[in-house]
């Protein structure tokens, strides 16, 4: 009688007709069955207790099986268990041991079975992956384990085959002959080691002229080949007795018939068969393969053993089957849900009753794993930083929907053993099962409560569970150190709900996922208060922003401020200055000042640091680095700019320097750090990453001050070399991008470098000048100021007062705009009259250098009232870079524009209109319409048409102005405002609106007074890197074009060839 399809608990596939005959003949009460919308044809029959379904795939290849086994498995749902038999292609000699008559030998007819290694499921998809650099194919195939009773069979064959009376195999041949016709039997039979030929590596079979594939009988040369007795007692078998390998299958939709290729799979992957179905179907089932061995997977392919290989895997698999209890395959009998109930308990969990609902990030779990949603397994994970709330809300989510689930079991997914302690551990929470964990137990008996928790979860009526993997942060596809797994070996059935919680976002790809990011202002005062007990007002604002929405930090944060009896502001003050106390503070109890399972900030990225420092040295010392930088605003053309712009004099660390010359290695390196979650893709900007600034901080705390020292060099060099020269197209957009990390660096040198100043450390010293070029282009005059003279003075002291002026004669002549600009004239005066005596003495009157100081020089007299001293110098300087340069130099139309404010300064109106529109006109041209030095240009052609009483052309001139200098610098640099301020005269004078003064009071600063000093004394710097504003006839000008010959150019990239 034909069994209903609820009772087929074994799937066999079958790739071929001529694996699909010995594998029938096997069956007993052999029946055929056809399904209603199933394009299968199935042979059903018992094999000992067990009803199986056996189908053909239509052609060879994976995604033929895969969609055979799917149909199998809708038409059967009660399949537990998956066999791939048939025929493959085989390693010859595989082993530790290089001698090959010492290593195993796979000769014609043996079987190899799929056997699980580590994380691997003895299946590799080889093809499977992503092609890189060099034709490299990064694998990432990954086949799911078999079922937990089959392996355990596998390994009890494994050791009857190992006593007497051995295999069964040859008994079960001689049954399946009996079945067949005479004309096939002998197809069947076992050919003999007379047939057995393995042809040497280097020894191709010919190629036919006509491109037929010929047998090697008459074309080959047989004297070439070896025969068994040729290759050891290894290779000797008995008739019918074949041997069974145990290893790696590889499976992909190419048929390997290359010594070559087989032998290169063989080196990568393990792999010592090699066939096309398997991965079709284990990439989504557990299954096992059983291959019988027809050839050996090179060129010299014939069709003489395949019938016999197919007899001796199918005889294999039937023996098999006869060892798996029947009480695990046997079709169950029908239960309610209720039979599967147990009680709901978590045990060792950290459960907070200080926990804040986040409601949008609840429901995304609820949407996708409550038990109505779906019939088939759901699998959510919920990826984010450590200490961002994952374990929380995982338990939370259990703990509101436990009603709606039959069981709930919590697993520490931390590392396998953990993972399988856990499973082996909800044995005694399950009735009926007859092994209940104890911490006593031996690993045999760990692996029976798995397999049975596991079977157990699989049972095809018990589908309302909630399994919780809980921490599963070790990177099992990147080679993984101890306890590495895949957690798809642990996801029994095709049922039930699945939540996991992990650092990892290679792990989003399971399923349904959500990235767990930070709380907003709101849930972070919630938080914050709930773990404090009461209402902190507007206090913790500063505390908030500090901490930036991390709930692991906020809850320290609060429970420190409770248990401590402090004030917010005494918490802040602490958290800045020995943060590391701090976090790794414990209570009077002994314990972290938190509920967290791993306790503290101090603690719980330790994990994910070490994983990415044993697989990464490249991403370890980014990651140093980056403590040392701006938390945001990371990406790879700040080191790309170091690295183009390396001093030969002090190289910079080969790593940084690879990184910035090959971004996939930089891209590689940020690649780890986001699968850790310990950085991420900052919002909005392309290309650009940042990192939380608590995670931040806690990696500045990784190193010792020697270690912390030298990175924090190491980034003030990097960010040095990268401030852009002025005459560099759109140059303002890369140093606002460096600015924060400029602040960064800054920051250090305030607090450590100052004490090692005058050590004579000549590349920290170029590099602050570099720091104050930066802050001096971003108007930031004060902070420039600091820098450079800093730097002078650390110069000075190292080297002596004369010896250091020409390592420091550009960051003088820097000085001394600064002192122009803030209206210091004297200062600046006797900085350009040195920076000019060195200059005319080492390079003469004509370099460009010297042309350059004495263009400042000259404007500097301008503001004084020596106005005939200051044409005549201008004057010179400007012929002098036109023989130099050319007329179309940026630094010749700068020195024209600055003869322009002269002429403007004498009264020289048509002259000084000249000057100007030729200095705007070759600007426009060489450094672009919307370049600084551009607009400033155009502003004082604002100023000078509105002091003509040309209010249209003014006001076009300002508009312009003031919009280039919003994009360009932003509106709080002097530029800006200056332009605003104009703007807002001519519309006074106009009787326009005042609605500039209400802006301009909006954007008034620190500093300011400098500004407005500098209007009340009708000054105006030449230069690129600012304008001053003015009044009068006098507008904005450029006040940095001439240094070393080109303008802007930083102090870090100028001593790179000195």
């Known amino acids: ?99 090959e008559q010492e290593q195993e030998q796979i000769v014609l007819g043996d ?29 990432s195939g990954h086949m799911l384990h078999p079922s937990s009773a089959l392996l355990t069979a596998v390994n009890l064959l494994r ?116 066939e096309m179905e398997a991965a079709g179907v284990m990439s989504d089932y557990q299954a096992l393969a059983i291959r019988g061995i027809c050839d050996y997977a090179d060129s010299h392919k014939n069709k003489r053993w395949q019938k016999y290989a197919a007899a001796t895997a199918a005889a294999y698999a039937k023996e098999l089957l006869l060892l798996v209890p029947p009480s695990i395959l046997s079709n169950p009998p029908s239960h309610d849900s209720a039979s599967f109930k147990t009680l709901f308990r978590l045990d060792g969990v950290p459960v907070s009753s200080n926990f804040v609902d986040r409601p949008s990030d609840s429901a995304a779990i609820e949407k996708s794993l409550l038990p109505h949603r ?131 976002l290679r792990l989003a790809q399971l399923g349904d996922s959500r990235k767990l990011v930070k709380v907003d202002l709101a849930l972070g005062r919630a938080i914050l208060e709930r773990w404090y007990g009461g209402d902190l007002g507007p206090e913790c604002d500063p505390l908030l922003e500090l901490l930036d929405g991390l709930p692991l930090a906020l809850a320290q944060a609060a429970s420190y401020i409770r248990e401590m009896g402090i004030d917010i502001a005494t918490y802040m003050e602490i958290y800045n200055k020995q943060w590391n106390e701090l976090m790794s503070a414990r209570g009077e109890s002994g314990q972290p000042l938190s509920d967290y399972e791993q306790g503290s ?172 070029d930066l802050y001096g282009n971003q108007g930031r005059f004060r902070d420039a100021q600091e820098m450079y003279e800093l730097a002078v003075e650390g110069m000075e002291k190292a080297f002596g007062y004369d010896h250091s002026l020409s390592m420091n004669v550009g960051n003088i002549h820097n000085l001394g705009l600064l002192y122009l600009e803030q209206g210091k004239l004297q200062d600046a005066e006797d900085m350009f009259n040195r920076v000019l005596k060195f200059q005319e003495k080492e390079f003469g009157h004509d370099h460009e250098s010297t042309l350059g100081t004495a263009g400042n020089l000259a404007l500097t007299y301008c503001f004084q009232g020596k106005l005939k001293e200051a044409e005549e110098i201008q004057g010179r300087v400007l012929g002098g870079f036109e023989k130099a340069l050319g007329h179309d130099h940026a630094s010749t139309l700068r020195a024209a524009h600055g003869l322009g404010i002269i002429y403007q300064k004498l009264g020289k109106l048509e002259e000084a209109k000249k000057m100007f529109e030729r200095a705007l006109e070759g600007m426009e041209k060489v450094l672009g319409h919307d370049h600084t030095s551009t607009l400033r240009t155009v502003h004082n052609l604002g100023v000078f048409y509105s002091n003509q009483g040309k209010s249209k052309e003014a006001e076009e001139m300002f508009e312009r102005a003031l919009d280039g200098h919003l994009k360009a610098l932003g509106p709080d640099h002097p530029s800006s405002i200056r332009a605003i301020r104009h703007m807002e005269r001519l519309r006074r004078t106009q009787g326009g609106s005042k609605s500039t003064t209400e802006e301009t009071k909006k954007r008034k600063r620190p500093g300011d007074e400098q500004l407005e000093s500098a209007e009340s004394s009708n000054l105006a710097a030449q230069g690129d890197r600012t304008s001053q504003p003015s009044r009068g006839a006098v507008g904005s000008v450029s006040s940095r074009p001439y240094v070393n010959g080109t303008a802007g150019t930083s102090a870090a990239r100028r001593s790179r060839n000195s």
């Open 111 to 139: 079987v190899v079975v799929s056997y699980p290694r580590g994380s691997e499921g003895g299946v590799t998809h080889y093809e499977f992956g992503a092609w890189e650099g060099r034709h490299l194919l990064s694998h």
């Open 159 to 274: 050791a009857g085959h190992m006593r007497e009376p051995g295999t069964k195999i040859p008994q079960f041949l001689r049954e399946l002959r009996s079945g067949l016709t005479e004309e096939e039997q002998p197809q069947f039979n076992d050919a003999g080691l007379d047939r057995d030929y393995l042809f040497p590596d280097h020894y191709p079979h010919p190629d036919h002229p006509e491109g037929e594939v010929t047998l090697c009988r008459g074309v080959c040369d047989f004297n070439q080949a070896k025969r068994r007795t040729d290759r050891g007692s290894k290779a000797t078998r008995e008739q019918d007795l074949p041997r069974i390998h145990y290893g790696t299958i590889g499976s992909a939709n190419t048929l390997v018939i290359s010594s070559e290729k087989r032998n290169d799979l063989y080196q990568k992957h393990g792999a010592i068969c090699f």
């Open 601 to 772: 900030i101090a603690t719980t990225w330790a994990v994910s640091f070490r994983e990415i420092e044993s697989r990464s040295s490249d991403a370890s010392n980014l990651l140093r680095l980056w403590a040392c930088l701006d938390n945001k605003g990371m990406w790879h053309g700040l080191l790309a700019e170091a690295a183009a712009n390396e001093p030969t004099e002090d190289p910079l660390p080969g790593w940084v320097k690879d990184m910035g010359r090959k971004i996939i290695r930089f891209l590689e390196a940020i690649g780890l750090l986001l699968r850790y979650s310990m950085i991420e893709i900052q919002e909005g900007l392309k290309d650009t990453y940042s990192m939380h600034p608590v995670v931040h901080r806690w990696v500045s705390y990784l190193d010792d001050d020697q270690r912390k020292d030298k990175s924090a060099r190491l980034a003030l060099m990097i960010v040095a070399l990268s401030v852009p020269s002025e005459d560099t197209r759109r140059y303002w957009i890369l140093q606002r991008k460096l600015l924060p990390h400029a602040e960064r660096s800054a920051g250090w040198i305030r607090k450590v470098y100052t004490n090692a100043l005058y050590t004579g450390d000549q590349r920290a010293l170029l590099s602050i000048y570099s720091l104050g």
């Open 374 to 504: 779906s019939p088939n397994r759901k699998i959510f994970v919920l990826h984010g930083l450590g200490g961002v709330g994952k374990t929380q809300l995982a338990i939370d989510f259990a703990r509101r929907h436990k009603s709606k689930f039959t069981s709930v079991f919590w697993l520490d997914g931390r590392s396998e053993d953990r993972l399988r302690a856990s499973l082996a551990g909800c044995a005694s929470r399950i009735p009926g099962l007859s092994c209940h964990h104890n911490e006593a137990q031996s690993k045999d008996d760990i692996d029976v409560a798995v397999a049975q928790v596991m079977d157990w979860l699989a049972h095809p009526e018990n589908t309302d569970w909630l399994l919780i993997f809980d921490n599963v942060d070790q990177d099992y596809e990147q080679g993984g150190g101890t306890g590495t797994y895949d957690p798809r070996r642990y996801l029994p059935g095709d049922h039930g709900s699945i939540l996991v919680t992990t650092r990892l």
């Open 1 to 99: 009688m034909a069994p209903d399809a609820s009772s087929i608990t074994v799937g066999w596939i079958a790739p071929m007709p001529l694996e699909l005959t010995p594998a029938v003949g096997l069956l007993e009460q052999h029946v055929i069955k056809a399904i209603p919308g199933d394009d299968n044809q199935y042979h059903v029959g018992k094999i000992g207790v067990h009803w199986v379904a056996m189908a053909v795939c239509p052609t060879i290849g994976t995604h033929p099986a895969a969609s055979v086994f799917a149909n199998m498995r809708r038409s059967f749902p009660n399949i537990k268990h998956v066999l791939v038999v048939g025929i493959a292609g085989g390693m010859p000699s595989y082993g530790p041991t290089s001698a």
